[in-house]
Nanobody, 123 residues
Framework: QVQLVESGGGLVQAGGSLRLSCAAS????????MGWYRQAPGKERESVAD????????RYVGSVKGRFTISRDNAKNTVYLQMNSLKPEDTAVYYC????????????????WGPGTQVTVSS
């Protein structure tokens, strides 16, 4: 079982920045592929970014490319999402996700989810 806890959400003005963190426990962190998802009110949950266990493979959804950066510190069992140039349409609950992957690949789905953290961007 993997436990995930997000932090770092909050209220920010458009153009501002936030850094989300997700602390994982329960498995060897480097064996976990990690992802960030978000869900805005009235919309489906969507993928934001993914990173492989060793950090060598990264993927972003198009709307955040060039603005968001996913990274991980395997010594701290933590994955991060640095969000710059935030827009009101980035407002959502952001979820951290994990799944066990023994090799450097990105998963098609995730088995474990955090409770989420609210990000609100005001115009």
């Amino acid at each position: 079982q993997v436990q995930l806890v997000e932090s770092g959400g909050g209220l920010v003005q458009a153009g501002g920045s936030l850094r989300l963190s997700c602390a994982a426990s329960g498995r060897t962190f480097s064996s976990l592929a990690m992802g960030w998802y978000r869900q805005a009110p009235g919309k489906e949950r969507e993928s934001v970014a993914d990173i492989s266990g060793g950090g060598t493979i990264i993927r972003y959804v198009g709307s955040v490319k060039g603005r968001f950066t996913i990274s991980r510190d395997n010594a701290k069992n933590t994955v991060y999402l640095q969000m710059n140039s935030l827009k009101p349409e980035d407002t959502a609950v952001y979820y951290c996700a994990a799944t066990i992957r023994g090799s450097e690949v990105l998963p098609l789905s995730y088995a474990y989810w955090g409770p989420g953290t609210q990000v609100t961007v005001s115009s």
